[in-house]
């Protein structure tokens, strides 16, 4: 005989552990509504529970397994105690989720399903349409990659090591103006595709290679100031040859006597120095009067000298400058003013024979030991000059490593190319002929090694050839390619103010291969890298046709 049904009503169901409560606490009435409302006769799922096993178990406790927690145990996952709601003794008021009513808090008898501010959702309204709103998908949205500004995106290195080689020891000329890898090798990839690539490889910048010598072209002991006896002081004229229309530098002299030699000399007056801007106007003079007007390097002087002194640059730079790009054609005229200083007193420092005369009018002598003061004087004042102006030179073509700036004009590009062309050129002139005078030097005067003025030399002379290779090796960079060539062989006009100072540096321009020619037959030891990288193979170019 089958025992009766229970009364399925006093049944609730949590969790797959079923549990008669004899008399179960309501639910709110909230809920019964909305379960009401959503809730049909399909829901309910009485047959599928084991009504035999729950009569046979009196004691409200399930023995009954399900799946979570067969799969549970015997996985060896620990589990859980009951929640304090199942341990509560019959009769308990508990809601049937779990939630523990609190006594002094009144319940709201609607229950909160739209958890956003806004009206309340009709009864009617199924769960889907209870979900939030969405987005508008059409709506712009902002891009989550994108960079702020200023924001510099991080370059993933695909060889940090060699990376760091490269930094320390410095890229060199051609990959730095050419934006181009280098590596750290003595020779870089690029440079072995030139002549003599461990020399092209240069990494040191220009003004480093000077360092902080403040006196570096001067190459003898500093003069001393002697006991003049200037009741005895006269006016004597300097020049550098002994024509009689050379330019001369007046000079106040005066006699005095070495107590060491007792022998009666003549030094420059105490009371009238040496002033550098008379000598500046004193080489500039003579420079103007060269009769070499065939040669490239006394064209480029002349030229140099119109450039800067005429209105023909200021011209230029008022007409085609404005803005921005001020700064930078400026930074050229005051390196291109600089320059014609350093030319001009370097003139007067690589003078092998100074020449005077008691009278401006007439031939002059050579200056003898007598005079030997004046000469000290006059070669330590230029080398102290040439190397304070040296420095600041080096500066600006350390600049020249970098490319230009975007947007520059094709103007400025023009004026700029002009400006470092020459600029580039009488460098190159002062360090090879430099080099030679101290070559003549060193046969003339054999080289002891501890002597304070030989090291000096030897210093000056090392640091000169790698100037010297340096600045080849950017005016290479700068003016091998034809578009560059063509601007510099056929200027417009308005660079130079005026039509007279173009055709002047047509004449400089046209001088360039007979003089490459000519360094090319002389195969002296110091043009041996000159020739190789920059004179060999201009001269192995076709000629350009004029336009």
């Known amino acids: 005989m089958s025992s009766p049904m229970p009364d399925r009503s006093r049944i609730v169901g949590a969790g797959g552990f079923p549990w008669l409560e004899p008399a179960a606490a309501p639910r709110s009435r909230g809920l019964d509504r909305d379960t009401a409302s959503t809730s049909s006769q399909s829901d309910d799922f009485s047959d599928l529970f084991d009504w035999t096993a729950y009569e046979r178990h009196g004691d409200h406790t399930s023995d009954v397994t399900t799946q979570s927690q067969h799969s549970a145990e015997g996985r060896g996952v620990p589990v859980f105690p009951r929640s304090p709601q199942s341990l509560q003794s019959p009769g308990t008021p508990s809601d049937v989720d779990g939630d523990i009513p609190m006594p002094d808090v009144e319940s709201d008898p609607h229950v909160l399903v739209w958890p956003v501010l806004g009206p309340a959702p009709t ?28 924001f510099k995106r991080l370059r993933v290195l695909e060889s940090p090591e060699q990376t760091k080689e490269v930094r320390d020891a410095g890229a060199c000329y051609h990959c730095r103006m050419n934006k181009s890898k280098c590596s750290p090798s003595s020779a870089c990839e690029a440079c072995l595709k030139q002549p003599k690539p461990e020399l092209a490889c240069v990494r040191q910048l220009l003004s480093t290679m000077v360092g902080t010598q403040s006196a570096r072209w001067n190459l003898t002991e500093i003069p001393r100031r002697e006991a003049m006896n200037e009741a005895g002081s006269f006016t004597f004229f300097i020049s550098f040859s002994d024509k009689t229309d050379s330019r001369c530098l007046p000079l106040r002299v005066a006699p005095f006597i070495r107590p060491d030699q007792g022998t009666h000399r003549c030094g420059i007056s105490s009371s009238q120095p040496l002033q550098e801007q008379a000598l500046l106007a004193w080489a500039k003079d003579d420079m103007q009067m060269e009769d070499r007007p065939d040669d490239f390097e006394p064209l480029l002087n ?31 005229k005051k390196l291109l003013s600089d320059l014609l200083d350093l030319k001009l007193m370097w003139k007067i420092w690589s003078c092998k024979d100074f020449f005077g005369r008691p009278q401006e009018a007439g031939a002059g ?81 054999p080289f002891v090694p501890g002597v304070e003025t030989n090291e000096r030399r030897r210093r000056f002379r090392t640091t000169s050839a790698d100037l010297f290779r340096s600045i080849v ?29 173009r055709r002047g540096f047509q004449r400089v321009v046209a001088a360039v291969p007979a003089f490459y020619q000519q360094v090319a037959n002389l195969s002296l030891p110091a043009d041996e890298f000159f020739r190789a990288h920059l004179i060999d193979r201009e001269l192995k170019k076709p000629k350009t046709k004029r336009r």
């Open 302 to 332: 002349r030229f140099h000298i119109s450039h800067v002194s005429g209105e023909g640059l200021k011209k230029a730079i008022d007409r085609e400058n404005t803005g921005k790009w001020i700064k930078v054609v400026e930074s050229q």
């Open 473 to 501: 090796v950017i005016y290479w960079e700068l003016f091998h390619k034809p578009k560059t060539i063509q601007s510099i062989q056929h200027p417009e006009a308005r660079l130079f103010g005026d039509d007279a100072l």
């Open 365 to 445: 002598r050579p200056l003898g030991l007598q005079f030997s003061s004046v000469q000290s004087w006059l070669r330590y004042t230029a080398a102290m000059a040439i190397s304070r102006l040296e420095k600041n030179i080096l500066e600006v073509f350390d600049e020249y490593l970098k490319k230009d700036a975007a947007g520059l004009t094709a103007a400025t590009r023009s004026i700029l190319e002009v400006s470092r062309w020459v600029s580039l050129w009488q460098m190159i002139l002062v360090y090879r002929q430099s080099l030679r005078l101290l070559q003549e030097h060193n046969e003339a005067e």
């Open 123 to 150: 009864r009617e309204m199924s769960p889907i349409e209870l979900r939030p709103p969405q987005p508008d998908m059409t709506a712009p949205r902002t891009v989550q990659n994108e960079r702020p500004q200023g």
